[in-house]
């Protein structure tokens, strides 16, 4: 993290480094869950957001062996991440501990039961740095934003409970946000597989098994047996402040180069030599060096192993702190003055009464922190008071939230929504069968009036739903599946936004539907298809276009067709109906001309049927010649030998 800090910012942090501490809240003390001689003292502490916690201790060892009394239920995570470090190389020869005692029936074994764990050593003068991880209680995050001057400040502060068994006394603490990958390990406990029972069958063979020989690379693969072991650079590096912070703790445990030789001592205050590089949480080994008279020097960072190197933001306390066992101590683990804001949010929410009304009020600031904010609640002030508390989602640097705090009654909020089907867009073609995609598009009016004597800022949440937004209001934003609307209201004003919203689904249609000339028609003048390509449709648009109008006059046709036949029926029964009267002979005479003449017409639009017809097909045959070849899919690029020849 940066150190860059005001006075005012350093004064407040000094004060926040007197941890506040709270004894005697979690019962009756336990023995630590790992205890070895007052020779190697507790120096170093990581507690991650895992429930894991990553303990250092550093000391002077005479002897040819150490001895470390471990809990049945921790002696795995222990073996699993055991680091040890000495100058001038490792000197461990092995790690001896006795099995566990045979149970009786099935009772669990006694999880405060002990092991011994004896690291013998190939020498009687140490200077050791031993490392390991054990269960460990999670800190937890607290912040605060304090409103005063230009720019928010912001102040993250972390809670730490000590449930160890034994005291933290001036060790260097780190929080670690992120979570590393950590499981629980059983490598105390005996594991016998099941093997497959063979029986003598006589000399029957069921299957030839294969053989695999590579004579020209069995040099080679000696030499890789041996690079893997993770090996230190040639030249030790001195630690910066990032070191473990961006590795979620796979850095916690030092290293020394791995050639016995005299090493520079540790830096002031504890801080562990920088580790070899590594990459995607696995090390890069350069060759190895020769191996020295008395034993393979070795780096043994197992931590980088097990983490996970991005993702996570390290806090390395400047000072060394002191928290008793069974105590908790919080920490100011960052100041920082901020972008940020006051104003308003309307979102609605079923758990809180008139939030479907009235907008909440709420603070938007970015974190400028340099690392991540992790999810915690965080307190809300303003020229020393208390405005209301929230709570605060996991935040990335860079990143913005808004966190409500408050409901604001002072302004009054509804809405409306329409919904219709609208738009179509080429997908796909194969011939005269087309894949439209179309729109279910929604708009949403939102009104709001401000009953107070200033101006505000007010943001709509409005939950998309799988949905786009579709030419958003200036401003909008998309966060976590929400559009974010602003607008600004006068004092004692109203304002109105419209949100669009579309959700595109297909559909199947033929070319004569009117949803596929819309979307051709869409396509060519927006998606630049390839000229031969574009010519084909555009006389196939021409083509169905003719067809169309040809249709529409064989409609009108058959239409007058069946009315002049209606009137031939009438005039038929009128007919009839004088027949015998000998006074009606001027009407049947008039009568009969009508007749005539009705059948005349029928002729004629019965003709023009035919032609048209005749014309309507063979315009349908030339329209699926000019399709034939035609084959598109508007999500790819279209050559242009999908087009037809000419």
């Known amino acids: 993290m940066p150190n860059a800090r005001s006075p005012r910012t350093r004064r407040s942090l000094a004060a926040a480094t007197l941890a506040l501490s709270l004894f005697g809240a979690f019962g009756c003390a336990r023995r630590p869950a790992v205890e070895t001689g007052p020779t190697l003292p ?53 790690a001896a501990f006795p099995m566990p005692e045979e149970q009786v029936g099935d009772a669990p074994p006694a999880p405060e039961r002990r092991r011994n764990v004896r690291l013998a050593l190939d020498g009687r003068e140490h200077d050791l740095v031993v490392g390991y991880t054990v269960e460990t209680p999670i800190w937890r995050p607290t912040y605060r934003l304090v ?33 590393p990958v950590s499981f629980r390990s059983e490598l105390a406990t005996p594991v016998i597989p099941v093997r497959p029972i063979v029986t003598d069958r006589g000399a029957v063979i069921d299957a030839v098994p294969q053989s695999d020989t590579t004579l020209a690379q069995e040099e080679q693969r000696a030499v890789a047996t041996t690079a893997p072991m993770p090996q230190a650079s040639p030249e030790p590096m001195a630690e910066s402040a990032d070191d473990e912070g961006g590795s979620g703790g796979g850095r916690a445990a030092n290293t020394r180069t791995a050639r016995r030789r005299p090493m520079p001592s540790r830096p002031a205050g504890g801080a ?4 070899p ?69 309307f979102a ?8 479907g009304s009235h907008p909440f009020h709420v603070a938007r ?80 009016t939102y009104r709001a009036r401000n009953g107070m004597d200033r101006a505000v800022r007010l943001l709509y949440r409005h939950a998309l739903n799988g949905a786009q937004t579709h030419e958003p209001p200036p401003g909008t934003e998309n966060s976590n599946g ?108 008039q009568l009969t001309a009508r007749l005539a003449r009705t059948a005349t017409e029928i002729d004629q639009a019965i003709r023009r049927i035919v032609e048209l017809d005749t014309q309507i097909g063979e315009r349908r045959v030339r329209l699926i010649e000019a399709l034939r070849g035609v084959e598109l899919d508007v999500n790819t690029p279209t050559p242009a030998a999908t087009a037809p020849a000419r």
């Open 272 to 275: 562990p030599m920088a580790p």
């Open 277 to 345: 590089a590594v990459s995607g949480g696995f090390y890069r080994p350069s060759a190895p060096p020769p191996p020295p008279p008395s034993s393979t020097p070795r780096n043994l960072a197992s931590l980088a192993a097990l983490a996970v190197q991005g993702g996570s933001t390290r806090y390395d306390l400047p000072q060394t702190v002191t928290i008793p066992d069974r105590s908790a101590t919080m920490v100011m683990l960052v100041a920082r003055d901020v972008p940020g804001e006051q104003m308003y949010l």
């Open 147 to 179: 409103f005063q001057g230009t720019q928010p400040q912001v102040q993250a502060w972390g809670i730490v409970q000590n449930l160890s068994g034994e005291d933290w006394t001036n060790v260097n603490l780190s929080l670690v946000s992120g979570s």
């Open 365 to 444: 600031f970015e974190n400028r922190t340099g690392g991540t904010l992790e999810r915690g609640p965080i307190a809300i002030f303003e020229r020393n008071a208390f405005l209301g508390q929230g709570m605060m989602e996991s935040l990335p640097d860079g990143a913005t939230t808004t966190v409500p705090f408050s409901l604001e009654r002072g302004i009054a909020v509804e809405s409306s929504q329409t919904s219709a089907v609208e738009g179509a867009r080429l997908v796909r073609m194969v011939r005269e069968s087309l894949t439209v995609e179309r729109y279910s598009v929604t708009r949403t």
């Open 482 to 589: 929400n559009a974010l609307v602003p607008t600004s209201i006068d004092p004692h004003g109203r304002s109105e936004v419209v949100l669009t919203t579309r959700s595109p689904f297909s559909v199947g249609v033929d070319f004569a539907n009117v949803f596929a000339a819309e979307a051709i028609t869409a396509y060519l003048r927006d998606g630049h298809p390839p000229d031969p390509v574009a010519a084909t449709l555009r006389g196939a648009l021409d083509l169905r276009q003719q067809i169309a109008d040809l249709t529409q006059q064989r409609d009108n046709q058959v239409t007058r067709r069946d009315d002049l036949q209606r009137n031939a029926e009438e005039t038929r029964g009128n007919l009839t109906a004088i027949q015998r009267n000998p006074a009606a002979a001027d009407l049947r005479a």
């Open 348 to 355: 609605p929410d079923p758990g809180v009464g008139d939030s």
């Open 42 to 94: 507790l120096r170093r502490v990581v507690v991650y957001r895992n429930g894991v916690g990553y303990f250092e201790r550093q000391g002077h060892v005479e002897g040819e062996a150490v001895n470390f009394r471990v809990t049945q239920a921790e002696v795995g995570d222990f073996l699993a991440t055991l680091a040890v470090m000495e100058q001038g190389g490792s000197s461990v020869r092995s």
